[in-house]
């Protein structure tokens, strides 16, 4: 049998120190992660708990280890925002995934940007709709290479940070997230059945804010390197 479309292209991320691929599945974002940022967005994270989204794999961007990638500017926005994540990739799936089982599911890690056009997302908030128009944009999800934990291990501290034309404007440490990275993998397993290929953004530190055309973006964490993307 023959596609009668060409066949969407899948998705994979390149891994340090190999030359074999990680094709990605799904990707869910949890929102409100750290308590600073949750705080920066009106929210009080003593009263309301993180909780999960989605983007589609498609709006991931590969980037580099080396070099500036160029980032299109998206669509119907006049505020897009940067915000600076840990991602961890599931190398094994599950339901209802004990939290104490849960980072031996995690294949790997890599620096990610979760991209957002905030106007839209911050309509959709006060209209109670959904928050894709805000979330999923072409390109939204800027991807460093995949660190295997094998040899990274998993990380429970560790700066991560942000920075725009060399100003610092995100600073944080990985050992400030309100759910842990097994937590998360553990919880979101109990909604969906989680599998090989899926990615999880972990969510970000306080400092997200806008960023314009012909601005650098430079995002960090401590282990991953620095990946950087020049707004375009
Ligand atoms: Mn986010």
Same mark, same amino acid.
């Given at each position: 049998?023959?596609?009668?479309?060409?066949?969407?292209?899948?998705?994979?991320?390149?891994?340090?120190?190999?030359?074999?691929?990680?094709?990605?599945?799904?990707?869910?974002?949890?929102?409100?992660?750290?308590?600073?940022?949750?705080?920066?967005?009106?929210?009080?994270?003593?009263?309301? !708990?993180?909780?999960?989204?989605?983007?589609? *794999?498609? *709006?991931?961007?590969?980037?580099?280890?080396?070099?500036?990638?160029?980032?299109?500017? !998206?669509?119907? $926005?006049?505020?897009?925002?940067?915000?600076?994540?840990?991602?961890?990739?599931?190398? =094994?799936?599950?339901?209802?995934?004990?939290? =104490? #089982?849960?980072?031996?599911?995690?294949?790997?890690?890599?620096?990610?940007?979760?991209?957002? #056009?905030?106007?839209?997302?911050?309509?959709?908030?006060?209209?109670?709709? !959904?928050?894709?128009?805000?979330? *999923?944009?072409?390109?939204?999800?800027?991807?460093?290479?995949?660190?295997? *934990?094998?040899?990274?291990?998993?990380?429970? #501290?560790?700066?991560?940070?942000?920075?725009?034309?060399?100003?610092?404007?995100?600073?944080?440490?990985?050992?400030?997230?309100?759910?842990?990275?097994?937590?998360?993998?553990?919880?979101?397993? $109990?909604?969906?059945?989680?599998?090989?290929?899926?990615?999880?953004?972990?969510?970000?530190?306080?400092?997200?804010?806008?960023?314009?055309?012909?601005? $650098?973006?430079?995002?960090?964490?401590?282990?991953?390197?620095?990946?950087?993307?020049?707004? $375009?």
């Amino acid at each position: 049998m023959l596609s009668v479309i060409p066949n969407p292209p899948r998705i994979a991320l390149p891994i340090v120190g190999s030359d074999d691929l990680f094709p990605v599945r799904r990707v869910y974002c949890i929102g409100r992660n750290y308590a600073a940022h949750a705080r920066e967005m009106g929210a009080d994270p003593d009263r309301e !708990p993180p909780f999960f989204f989605m983007k589609p *794999a498609d *709006a991931l961007q590969l980037v580099p280890a080396h070099g500036t990638t160029e980032h299109p500017y !998206p669509p119907r $926005t006049t505020n897009y925002h940067f915000e600076v994540e840990l991602v961890a990739a599931l190398g =094994e799936g599950g339901i209802d995934i004990p939290k =104490e #089982r849960a980072a031996a599911h995690v294949y790997g890690y890599a620096i990610g940007l979760d991209m957002t #056009r905030r106007d839209l997302q911050d309509e959709a908030k006060k209209l109670a709709r !959904p928050w894709d128009l805000g979330k *999923a944009a072409d390109f939204s999800a800027p991807i460093g290479p995949l660190h295997r *934990a094998a040899s990274f291990g998993h990380p429970d #501290r560790g700066a991560i940070t942000l920075g725009v034309d060399g100003v610092v404007r995100q600073s944080g440490d990985l050992g400030e997230m309100i759910w842990s990275v097994p937590e998360q993998i553990a919880l979101l397993s $109990t909604y969906f059945t989680l599998a090989p290929g899926d990615l999880i953004f972990t969510g970000t530190p306080s400092g997200v804010g806008p960023v314009d055309r012909g601005q $650098t973006m430079s995002a960090a964490i401590e282990g991953l390197g620095t990946i950087s993307l020049v707004v $375009t």
